[in-house]
């Protein structure tokens, strides 16, 4: 099982829009509604952002939105802050062989 | 509040096999959730290992499944991960996580350790 495809970075302004992809296949993110997203800043552990493709659990700000479609789900982060440059990794279910694969990670630069 | 706690040997010889323990704290490992090892190596990105539930019931990537072991210790409220035939290719920060199960078990995790490194080397 391949990770799931995702940019190696993306870069925006404080206050601007920036999209993240995550491209999979019909076997996981194309399968099912469970894409999650996690922040990651350097040299700590993953957070998690985004659940069940669009869920934000409690105190994530509401910067941060997804989607999905097809094999392909998205993370936006709207209102871009400085506290947001991070990396950013997809996980997808994907049936109950491979279970999990992850995305290969996002840098996000706030310039 | 659930925490997360990795610990065991930064140092693995080649192929020797790695254990690690995480300790769970602000909650019983007897709760219904699922018990998670993620692995990232070094400027790489992360990689589901396996996971347990209390029951003993075990889910594991299919590409490391001959050689992962994990289990669960209730006395003590800690899960550990085994891994044998180390080599370079698994030297990597090893990360424990929490797949909660409310009514039905999720899909993401929630909760994560602060990670712990281990390196592959003789």
């Known amino acids: 099982q391949s990770a799931l495809t995702q940019p190696r970075s993306v870069s925006g302004s404080p206050g601007q829009s920036v999209t993240i992809s995550c491209t999979g296949t019909s076997s996981d993110v194309g399968d099912y509604n469970y894409v999650s997203w996690y922040q990651q800043h350097p040299g700590k552990a993953p957070k998690l952002m985004i659940y069940d493709v669009s869920q934000r659990p409690p105190g994530v700000p509401d910067r941060f939105s997804a989607s999905k479609s097809g094999n392909t789900a998205s993370l936006t982060i709207s209102g871009l802050q400085a506290e947001d440059e991070a990396d950013y990794y997809c996980c997808s279910y994907a049936g109950s062989y491979t279970f999990y694969v992850f995305g290969t990670g996002t840098k996000v630069t706030v310039l | 509040q659930v925490q997360l706690q990795e610990s065991g040997p930064g140092l693995v010889k080649p192929s020797g096999t790695l254990s690690l323990t995480c300790a769970v704290t602000?909650?019983?490992?007897?709760?219904?959730?699922?018990w998670t090892w993620v692995r990232q190596p070094p400027g790489k990105g992360l990689e589901w290992i396996g996971e347990i539930y209390h029951s003993g019931s075990t889910n594991y990537n299919p590409s490391l499944k001959s050689r992962v072991t994990i289990s669960v210790d209730k006395s003590k409220n800690q899960f550990s991960l085994k891994l044998n035939s180390m080599t370079a290719a698994d030297t990597a920060v090893y990360y424990c996580a929490r797949r909660r199960v409310v009514v039905v078990a999720a899909n993401f995790f929630d909760y994560w350790g602060q990670g712990t490194l281990v390196t592959v080397s003789s």
């Open positions: 602000g909650g019983s490992i007897s709760s219904s959730n699922w």
